[in-house]
T-cell receptor, first 114, second 109 residues
Framework: ETGVTQTPRHLVMGMTNKKSLKCEQH?????MYWYKQSAKKPLELMFV???????ENNSVPSRFSPECPNSSHLFLHLHTLQPEDSALYLC?????????????FGSGTQLSVL | RKEVEQDPGPFNVPEGATVAFNCTYS??????FFWYRQDCRKEPKLLMS???SGNEDGRFTAQLNRASQYISLLIRDSKLSDSATYLC??????????FGKGTTLSVSS
């Protein structure tokens, strides 16, 4: 276990549904991230939170809405998604959000949008 | 030119073989370099950081060539358990990590 827990592991949703992905880290880290991994594509950074403040939004569509209530929890709220949003969504954390730090990933949520 | 490029493979090698992967990056200002390993349907995990002077961890050796803007990973005496996808990761001050698509390695007995 990496100390980063994601739920649910799998999610199937229709385009009109609203759902949320949850991430929790037990490592005492101050930075948390959402990444998207589509088939045959590299991991794409979506959002970065450092000490609960969003420090990066990588041109993500507004149908993805992150929330970071504290340094240990991160959510990704989903609404009116498109089939091309189907992917593995990975949460990660690092100690201070510095560029040379190790990232600890959760197991991911495999999302299918019908 | 893509920011981080890797040969996707797959590299199919027998047990005991030595295999090397290269990765090129486009931003000459990049400062941090890593190799991550990702098993099928699992999350990526840090394999090793890559330092300017090169570094070794057991059977794994990583090297950085700033002039040519590439990093390499050498695996000696391959094991079945080395079968995975190896992700090249590059950073630049002030930005988050940029991942390559990965190189798939399959080690067979």
């Amino acid at each position: 276990e990496t100390g980063v827990t994601q739920t649910p592991r799998h999610l199937v949703m229709g385009m009109t549904n609203k759902k949320s992905l949850k991430c929790e880290q037990h490592l005492g880290h101050n930075a948390m991230y959402w990444y998207k991994q589509s088939a045959k594509k590299p991991l794409e950074l979506m959002f970065v939170y450092n000490f609960k403040e969003q420090t990066e939004n990588n041109s993500v569509p507004s149908r993805f809405s992150p929330e970071c209530p504290n340094s240990s929890h991160l959510f990704l709220h989903l609404h009116t998604l498109q089939p091309e949003d189907s992917a593995l969504y990975l949460c990660a954390s690092s100690q201070e959000g510095q560029v040379n730090e190790k990232l600890f990933f959760g197991s991911g949520t495999q999302l299918s949008v019908l | 030119r893509k920011e981080v490029e890797q040969d996707p493979g797959p590299f199919n090698v027998p047990e005991g073989a030595t295999v090397a992967f290269n990765c090129t990056y486009s931003n000459s200002a990049s400062q941090s370099f890593f190799w991550y390993r990702q098993d099928c349907r699992k999350e990526p995990k840090l394999l090793m950081s890559v330092y300017s002077s090169g570094n070794e961890d057991g059977r794994f050796t990583a090297q950085l060539n700033r002039a040519s803007q590439y990093i390499s990973l050498l695996i000696r005496d391959s094991k079945l358990s080395d079968s995975a996808t190896y992700l090249c990761v590059v950073n630049q001050a002030g930005t988050a990590l940029i991942f390559g698509k990965g190189t798939t390695l399959s080690v067979s007995s």
